[in-house]
């Protein structure tokens, strides 16, 4: 049960990375594996009620969906199955193991169900139930491949009940199925046997099967406009307001002061410079009052901050010394005012314009699990975008990631990128 378990989550993995005619027959199979699955709980409670358990008819039932998922397997070679596979044969191999279990002769795995064409291990095995595969009655193979002659060779037996053949190296022709007939003696009657024959083939991969697309982009040098204000912003404080102290967002000036949304994006706007002039006045009176002050206090690429202050005098007689005879005023009082007048220039983005502009682009084919390392980028690179492909036969897969000068590295199902000393640096799957 932990085994078919096993195969139906490799199934369920498989079903998201593939096409979707694919993945619905992907369902039907892990339909068939859960059918099984609760066919194993059944006998469970039948057990433990000391219910009589039709042995054959479970294991029958099991190794049929096996074969199943094995014959559906065998009719791609899509990547998407190598894990499926890989846990059918595990599977075989479990059951190989339980004792008295006499069923029909199956055949229910091939492994591996890809090769590579510079393969050095050309091993292939297919694993089954064969109970009357012996030395008297050895298992055979045809195998052969698109424009080769067909070739005949014995089947040894092997660990987890599976029989093994190397296959020829010139038989590895990329993006070509090789096709085995698979010949099992069966005994018939008495001492007589005749010959099943199944059927499975092995996929021969396509080598460089990535292509990836590298695009360097740089910022667009006519993405930001400079601009200086015509006009100023004037901020005042008199006796309606003695005090003014404020600021205002780059954003706020640019919409008052420059007000061209056709143009420019106002909420990108920043500060470059500030230019500014003040006014200020004295006391109306001589004495107990103060004149008028204005400042810039501070300002940063998105803040402008000022401060005005103008206070009131009352009527009042002021006397000041200096003078053999002290000068005397009388001071009707009165009140000041303070200006501070701005006229920043800004930093703001164009409408309609790309972010980034193509610095320069290339193509590279690479292999799966390979290693490639570019030239050193140029200076004004601000991103690169990797946009790898996989084919292979029938099967595309298509992935994308970025990487930049803020976050160097980026990472896809197909490949990871990185930005290392300046260079690009690519890793496939």
Request: glycine share 6%.
């Amino acid at each position: 049960m932990i085994g078919l378990q096993q195969l139906k989550q490799s199934i369920e993995t498989s079903i998201t990375t593939v096409d979707a005619e694919t993945a619905q027959k992907l369902n039907q199979l892990g339909l068939l594996g859960d059918s099984a699955i609760r066919q194993i709980h059944g006998v469970i409670d039948d057990v433990s009620n000391k219910v009589t358990v039709n042995e054959v008819k479970l294991f029958t039932d099991i190794f049929t969906v096996m074969s199943t998922v094995n014959s559906e397997l065998d009719k791609k070679g899509y990547l998407a199955y190598v894990g499926i596979n890989s846990t059918l044969a595990n599977l075989a191999t479990i059951l190989h193991g339980i004792p008295f279990v006499d069923i029909p002769t199956f055949m229910y795995a091939t492994y591996p169900l890809r090769l590579s064409p510079h393969a050095s291990d050309r091993t292939v095995l297919f694993y089954g139930y064969f109970p009357d595969v012996d030395d008297a009655h050895p298992a055979t193979v045809k195998y052969a491949a698109a424009g080769l002659p067909v070739q005949i060779a014995p089947l040894k037996r092997y660990i987890g009940g599976s029989l093994v053949i190397q296959v020829e190296p010139q038989y590895l022709r990329e993006e070509q199925f090789i096709e085995f007939s698979i010949l099992i003696p069966e005994k018939w009657w008495h001492f007589f046997h005749k010959t099943r024959t199944f059927n499975a083939r092995v996929y021969v991969e396509k080598l460089n099967a990535l292509s990836i697309k590298i695009d360097t982009f740089q910022e667009n040098p006519n993405l930001w406009a400079s601009l200086p204000s015509a006009s100023e912003h004037h901020e005042r404080a008199d006796s309606s307001r003695t005090s003014n102290v404020g600021s205002a967002s780059a954003q706020q000036l640019f919409s008052t002061l420059i007000n061209n949304s056709t143009d420019y994006v106002a909420s990108t706007a920043t500060f470059t410079a500030m230019p500014n002039r003040v006014e200020a006045v004295d006391s109306p009176c001589w004495c107990n009052c103060n004149g008028s002050s204005a400042s810039l206090r501070s300002w940063d690429a998105n803040t402008v901050d000022w401060q005005l202050l103008a206070p009131t005098c009352g009527p009042q007689v002021c006397t000041r010394g200096g003078h053999l005879i002290p000068e005397t005023q009388v001071c009707g009082g009165g009140g000041t005012h303070a200006d501070i007048y701005l006229k920043p220039s800004f930093r703001v983005k164009r409408q309609n314009q790309p972010s980034d502009v193509l610095l320069n682009s290339q193509s590279i084919m690479m292999k799966r699990r390979d290693v490639w390392q570019g030239q050193a980028l140029p200076v004004q690179w601000d991103n690169i975008s990797l946009v790898g492909v996989f084919t292979d036969g029938d099967e595309t897969h298509t992935c994308h990631t970025k990487v930049s000068k803020q976050v160097p590295k980026g990472t896809c199902e197909l490949l990871d990128g990185a930005v290392e000393n300046n260079v690009l640096i690519i890793q496939t799957r």
